[in-house]
């Protein structure tokens, strides 16, 4: 590769040299949040919003600039950074471009962040037409900056909407099209999201399903005709060759969100199976083998006066502390956010649980019940006199570990048909007090986002980035 991560550096680049050190990083003033347009019947462009998470600002728990996308249609969705911790040693790169691939429109924008973090502009957009007649590929999802200086994105389905078309994407540094990552014939069954950890030589992706499926809602019977996923690919890194398929069977049903251990040097992590709603832990044999096992489950709910007998938990996203203590994660259906010690990774403990939302929430139509028949409903507290409607879907953690923001949009047609109100009424964002030495978790009364009162309209709120990096968009080489 043209720049490779030197450690004996002392002139730095992006981001940090450890996980530890990022934990000691300033703590956040501003968080971006990609907003949607798209699907909620409104014409209006999809946005960047800036949101003010500064407690001693004036305008705390706001959202302070909007950027509009110069298109309608986009479904803005997930987000990266041209430049991260993995080019930690290279003093020549520079977070400086915030990646936005719009899931259904299929282009790639890139946004300044660094004349101005509280008022980015817009820099340059990668057309899908572009896109698709050098490399067949569509739909991109995540975006992750490696240590070359090129940027990599998952990308789902070719632009008839066919998982078979699917892949990763490579921009160069100047967000021009390079080509397919992988080596002909080593795509994926599936696409969604992917994770690299480069001292063992390994990438790992995930499968949510077809694009023709997913873009029209969910429907149980597209599960049964295969049209979503329940593998891992194991690709070697950076060859791009798939080395091994791990199939997770009954029990890894629409993996999606997949993350390694923080520190480079482990040869474990953990993949968020959102239909079967389990945890499955990820691990190398000695014979340089992957395996797996599920390492943490949420039981179905018994439930009435919904479309199915039994609910899923749905766990559409999970982040991991940077110091590998600690791992959350979301039930979107089901409405709690869960923390979990994984000091020993092998053998979680749940020590926090918050009750955000959900569809059995008091007052709800939907009841669950007890194995004894007998019925209940969650308690939902309201904040700043918001009722919280939806459920918590992204999650970000303060670099300390200290503050989790969570939102509550998924992707606007699930969101019309699970949660039909956060269509109507607009997202909001939430930060949720973490404790970091037992563990457990509270809402922050005095914050609350309310995108239900933008300008333009209710939106619907996704992805959190902040301007210095993350645990989510950040990797160490």
């Known amino acids: 590769m043209a720049r490779e991560a030197n450690h004996s550096c002392c002139k730095k680049g992006p981001g940090y040299a450890t996980p530890v050190d990022a934990m000691a990083g300033p703590k956040e003033s501003l968080i971006y949040v990609t907003c949607v347009y798209t699907g909620t019947g409104k014409d209006k462009p999809d ?23 110069p298109n309608v249609g986009d479904e803005l969705h ?4 041209n430049a991260c911790s993995s080019c930690y040693g290279d003093s020549s790169a520079s977070r400086r471009f915030l990646v936005l691939p719009a899931l259904v429109s299929g282009r790639i924008y890139a946004v300044d962040t660094q004349k101005d973090p509280r008022a980015p502009t817009f820099h340059k957009a990668v057309e899908p037409a572009d896109i698709a007649s050098k490399t067949g590929l569509a739909y991109p999802h995540t975006a992750h900056c490696l240590a070359s200086g090129d940027i990599m994105v998952s990308c789902l389905g070719d632009k008839e909407g066919k ?34 950890q480069p001292r063992h030589k390994t990438m790992i992706s995930t499968s949510w399903g077809a694009p023709s499926a997913f873009t029209q ?11 979503y996923g329940r593998h891992l690919h194991v690709y070697s890194w950076p060859e791009g060759e798939i080395k091994q398929t791990i199939d997770l069977g009954p029990d890894g049903l629409l993996p999606l969100e997949i993350r390694f251990l923080h520190d480079p ?28 096992e599920v390492a943490m489950k949420v039981k179905p709910v018994k439930v009435q006066n919904w479309i199915l007998p039994e609910m899923p938990g749905l766990i559409t996203d999970f982040l991991i502390s940077l110091d590998d203590r600690f791992l959350y994660f979301v039930n ?21 649980q918050v009750w955000v939302g959900g569809l059995f929430q008091k007052g709800s139509p939907v009841v669950a019940e007890n194995d004894d028949g007998t019925t209940y409903q969650v308690d939902v507290p309201q904040v700043k006199g918001h009722r919280l409607i939806g459920g918590p879907q992204m999650i970000q953690l303060s670099l300390d570990g200290k503050r989790l923001y969570v939102t509550n949009s998924l992707f606007s047609k699930w969101d019309k048909q699970f949660y039909p109100e956060v269509v109507e009424k607009g997202s909001h964002m939430l930060q949720i007090d973490v404790n970091v030495e037992e563990g457990g978790l509270s809402i922050n ?6 995108f239900g009162a933008e300008p333009d309209g209710p939106c619907l709120a996704h992805e959190m980035r902040y301007p210095g990096g993350d645990c989510t968009s950040d990797i160490w080489v």
């Open 78 to 81: 997930h987000s990266g950074w």
């Open 445 to 450: 009364p005095n914050f609350y986002v309310d």
């Open 217 to 227: 809602g969910f429907n149980l019977q597209h599960v049964a005709d295969g049209l």
């Open 265 to 292: 040097t482990k040869a474990t992590g953990f993949v968020g199976c959102a239909l079967s709603s389990n945890m499955v832990r990820f691990f190398k044999n000695s014979d340089g083998s992957w395996s797996h």
């Open 163 to 196: 998982a078979e078309g699917n892949g990763f994407l490579l921009l160069d540094s100047d967000f021009n099209v390079k080509g397919r990552w992988e080596k002909p014939g080593h795509s994926p069954l599936f696409g969604y999201d992917y994770w690299y």
């Open 47 to 69: 946005f960047l919003g800036t949101v003010d998470v500064d407690p001693a600002s004036k305008t705390y728990s706001q959202v302070i600039h909007r950027l509009p996308m």
């Open 332 to 352: 979107w259906l089901h409405g709690d956010i869960r923390q979990y010690n994984i000091v020993d990774p092998t053998s979680p403990v749940l020590v926090g």
